[in-house]
């Protein structure tokens, strides 16, 4: 993606601090190691989804899956001694489609951390969309990004419609993150349901963690009904 035409290169440089804020520190590795760009930037990936029944009285929203995403990361840490403290760094998409991290945190009662997330990504500036420009200063540029990514489906999605029907991305595409989760909010026959399809880089992951995540992801999403 290239930065907007509408992009003010004197607000971008004002907005380095908070965005080498929210990249510090550098995140342990998710998966068995760290990727690089330069090599591992797959052109196909391992694909899995998972379609669970949503029972809560309204739709979760994009705030709420992003907790669940952040819970759920920190949980499957945790599960591998390595917890991280300061919180999960996630990309989430800019209505141009370029990303933007947000540090979420990973553990807390389900309506707090609801809460807090949506605090956070609010606190972007500008909406995150001058991170691509920003990401070019030098102090910036030496900073490890995020190493998961997460799509919001919903708005793209119909009635009836399951995930592997409408995703982000093909299983093809260039997968530049260790993982990229696309959650879409279905209904079929009156009966909610959040369809996640998980894209991961196979360099990285075994298939007992993909496993493992999956188990979490279920465990998590059904404490913010």
Not at 52 to 73: D, E, F, K
Not at 99 to 126: K, M, N, Q, W
Request: glycine share 4%; charged share 20%.
């Amino acid at each position: 993606m290239i930065a907007s035409a509408q992009t003010d290169p004197a607000a971008v440089v004002t907005q380095v601090p908070y965005w080498i804020a929210v990249l510090t520190p550098e995140e342990w590795p998710f998966g068995m190691r760290r990727t690089d760009p330069r090599i591992d930037t797959i052109d196909s990936s391992v694909v899995t989804t998972a379609r669970t029944q949503w029972t809560g009285a309204a739709h979760p929203s994009r705030t709420t899956l992003l907790a669940v995403l952040a819970a759920t990361v920190g949980a499957w840490q945790a599960d591998r001694c390595r917890n991280n403290t300061s919180g999960v760094l996630i990309d989430i998409e800019t209505p141009a489609g370029d990303y933007f991290p947000v540090r979420l945190p990973p553990i807390g009662d389900a309506a707090l951390l609801t809460e807090e997330v949506r605090r956070r990504v609010a606190a972007a500036p500008h909406g995150g969309v001058d991170y691509l420009a920003a990401r070019s200063v030098p102090a910036l540029a030496r900073k490890a990004g995020a190493q998961i990514a997460f799509h919001d489906g919903s708005d793209r999605s119909t009635a009836g419609a399951t995930v592997s029907d409408d995703v982000t991305a093909s299983d093809d595409a260039p997968l530049p993150h260790n993982l990229t989760v696309t959650c879409t909010v279905t209904e079929i026959d009156s009966v909610t349901f959040v369809e996640a399809e998980f894209r991961w880089n196979y360099r990285v992951f075994t298939r007992a963690d993909v496993d493992d995540f999956e188990r979490f992801w279920d465990k998590t999403i059904s404490k913010f009904v």
